[in-house]
């Protein structure tokens, strides 16, 4: 009684799932932000990538990023993978009626493979291959539960060594060729997020500096916070020994006795400490 | 067989980085003394092979297995790569794969 109840409950579940999993489908473009940005022509690429065989390392599969759950298809260097090659050791081969499973071992890590066996010359295929045997395999990689494998298409031993090395080579160079399109964008990213960010907060004190000295000597409040703002830039806060009070000074230009007072009442408040010296001073807030 | 952690692919020279941690390598077989085989590696150093399987001389031979020492690997797994191998190909690899594109391997 509880069975079939519980039968129906995980049809819904299933069918949940699978809705859930579409509605995954819809954060896609912005998980797999790397394929749309990667290049200018990136979204047509990527779908002529996505059949295209791609020689990769194990390692190169593990670090993939997932692009969509339901689709379980994978994005290596911005663009869609699904169908690849790997070069590597076959290990603990099971022969079971429909198809055999076996661990690959490419030396950089290991994945589950699946062949099925249809026709009798797959299974005559996997027949000349055994644990140790050097292997070439294209598939399709899958991915199940978090967990990736390859369904393979063929599955055939190595007899020329150089093959071993020239699949290595030739990862590096597809690796190469499919970065080499996109590496201008991440510098760019580097390039905006870094230093202008930076110096953004850099500046922030001397244009409230500027805006000071022109409203002339009125509010002591605005001398406090720019003080502190100057223990704050990101360029002196992770200092060890702190600032002195003539560098406040040089970099507000304000008078010294306004900049002494003012340091006094925040050292009697706490947010400032002295450091090396008497004339070293830090930021509490960076603790 | 331990084929648990990945193998740098290395020659005779990344070798010396890889001390007590697993690594592959081929080198061309020289000598071959009761399971001790002496070869050289595809950038020219001279490497001991411990406990290694009895591959032919001049034969190429890959070793997966334990760097004890920066001359001295203690083989897991071997392999005859046969006596045609391209070592300088390979040699080419070893420093591509240690160097500029070591997150493809490692």
Redesign the interface.
């Known amino acids: 009684m509880y069975g079939g109840g519980g039968g129906h409950y995980d049809g819904g579940g299933g069918a949940a799932n699978a809705n859930s999993l579409f509605g995954g489908g819809g954060f896609m473009p912005s998980q797999s932000t790397a394929a749309p940005e990667s290049g200018g022509g990136g979204s047509l690429s990527k779908g002529r990538n996505a059949q295209t065989l791609l020689p990769l390392t194990v390692k190169q599969i593990m670090d993939a990023a997932q692009a969509s759950d339901d689709k379980s298809n994978f994005a290596i260097n911005g663009v869609e993978v699904s169908t690849i090659r790997l070069v590597g050791r076959m290990l603990g081969k099971v022969e079971r009626v429909t198809d055999v499973a076996f661990i690959l071992d490419d030396g950089t890590g290991k994945i589950d493979v699946n062949r099925w066996e249809n026709e009798s010359s797959d299974t005559k295929e996997m027949a000349d291959v055994n644990d140790g045997n050097y292997v070439i395999v294209n598939g399709g990689l899958k991915g199940f539960q978090g967990k990736r494998h390859v369904v393979a298409y063929s599955v055939r031993r190595v007899t020329n060594f150089n093959d071993i090395a020239h699949h290595f080579l030739h990862c590096i160079y597809v690796h190469l060729e499919l970065t080499k399109s996109n590496s201008r964008l991440p510098s760019q990213i580097n390039a905006s997020t870094g230093i202008p960010g930076h110096a953004n907060q850099v500046r922030l004190p001397n244009n409230q500096a500027t805006t000071f000295s022109a409203s002339g000597n009125t509010a002591g409040n605005d001398v406090s916070s720019l003080v502190m703002s100057v223990f704050h830039d990101p360029a002196i806060i992770d200092r060890e020994d702190g600032i002195t009070v003539a560098y406040i000074i040089d970099r507000l230009k304000l008078p010294e006795e306004v900049i002494k007072e003012v340091m006094q009442k925040h050292i009697d408040d706490g947010n400032i400490y002295n450091t090396i010296d008497d004339l070293h001073y830090r930021s509490a807030m960076n603790g | 067989m331990d084929?648990s952690s990945?193998?740098a692919?290395v020659n005779g020279e990344i070798l010396n980085k890889f001390v007590g941690r697993r690594v592959?390598t081929v080198v061309q077989v020289q000598r071959n003394e009761g399971g001790m085989v002496f070869g050289q590696s595809t950038d020219g150093h001279q490497l001991t092979i411990k406990s290694a399987m009895d591959i032919p001389v001049s034969h190429?031979m890959?070793v997966?297995g334990i760097a004890e020492h920066n001359q001295t690997i203690r083989a897991e797994?071997c392999?005859d790569?046969?006596p045609n191998?391209?070592a300088k190909?390979?040699d080419?690899?070893c420093k591509?794969?240690n160097d500029k594109?070591k997150?493809?391997?490692?």
């Not at chain 2, 997150?103 to 490692?106: D, E, K």
């Open positions: 084929t990945p193998a692919i592959r190429f890959e997966y797994v392999t790569f046969g191998f391209d190909a390979f080419g690899l591509l794969a594109f997150h493809l391997f490692l």
